[in-house]
């Protein structure tokens, strides 16, 4: 079975600064996606970041990019110039690639807090 | 925001009491998923409904069950409420077949067991 694993229960970063969230996960399976999700206070899970574990490219979007290490199983999450709009939880998930009963593995998330 | 909505926004219920969710999903999603978020823990897989059959579940006793309707809405029930079934219950909906396995999910619904 797929495990997803955040060590981090709480990071803080400086508003302006970098910060970087860690996952690991295990499986065995070749081909899968990988996600963070972000969610505020107002519960709302928000789809952060997605990456494929066949594209070797890391994704970027805007200020959020990813270390995606397939060999370590590894899957980090980098927040350049942080605002406080981004403290909220952090989650990690996998997917199972042509995962068609789309069961999403969460990790048990990273509390950021953003100090200004 | 996505276009997923859910209610009642909070709800309080009894021991041995039964409960129902409900999920509207996004416009052309066909499929919906419902998770279970304990107090500091990650969600939780329940079960996927696709063309209103359940098509995926996860590790829930069978007091756990749903529906999805014709027009791709959705319904969480729990019987025989346990104090443990006190959480965050989250659905999201996607589109199968698109390609791109991602899920919109909904603000939630806060379930108190007493």
């Known amino acids: 079975a797929q495990t997803v694993t955040q060590s981090q229960p709480e990071m803080s970063v400086q508003e302006a600064e970098t910060v970087t969230l860690s996952c690991t996960y295990d499986?065995?399976?070749?081909?899968?996606?990988l996600f963070w999700y972000k969610q505020p206070p107002s519960r709302q899970m928000i789809l952060v970041i997605r990456?494929?574990?066949?594209?070797?490219q890391n994704a970027t979007e805007n200020r959020f990019s990813v270390n995606f290490q397939k060999a370590a199983k590894s899957f980090s999450l980098k927040i350049s110039d942080s605002q406080l709009g981004d403290a909220a939880m952090y989650f990690c998930?996998?997917?199972?690639?042509?995962?068609?009963?789309?069961?999403?593995?969460f990790g048990k998330g990273t509390k950021l807090s953003v100090k200004p | 925001e996505t276009g997923v909505t859910q209610s009642p926004t909070h709800l309080i219920k009894t021991r041995g009491q039964q409960v129902t969710l409900r999920c509207s999903s996004q416009?052309?999603?066909?499929?919906v998923s419902w998770y279970q978020q304990a107090l500091g823990q990650g969600p939780q897989f329940i079960f996927q409904?696709?063309?209103?059959?359940?098509?995926g579940r996860g590790n829930f006793p069978p007091r756990f069950s749903g529906l999805q309707f014709p027009n791709y809405s959705s319904e969480l029930n729990v019987n025989a409420l346990e104090l443990d079934d006190s959480a965050l219950y989250l659905c999201?909906?996607?589109?199968?077949?698109?390609?791109?396995?991602?899920?919109?999910f909904g603000p939630g619904t806060r379930l108190t067991v007493t």
């Open positions: 999201a909906s996607k589109s199968l077949g698109g390609g791109i396995h991602e899920q919109y």
């Open positions: 499986t065995s399976e070749s081909d899968y996606y």
């Open positions: 990456q494929e574990a066949y594209k070797q």
């Open positions: 998930a996998y997917l199972t690639y042509g995962g068609s009963q789309g069961n999403l593995i």
């Open positions: 416009s052309g999603h066909n499929t």
């Open positions: 409904y696709y063309r209103e059959e359940e098509n």
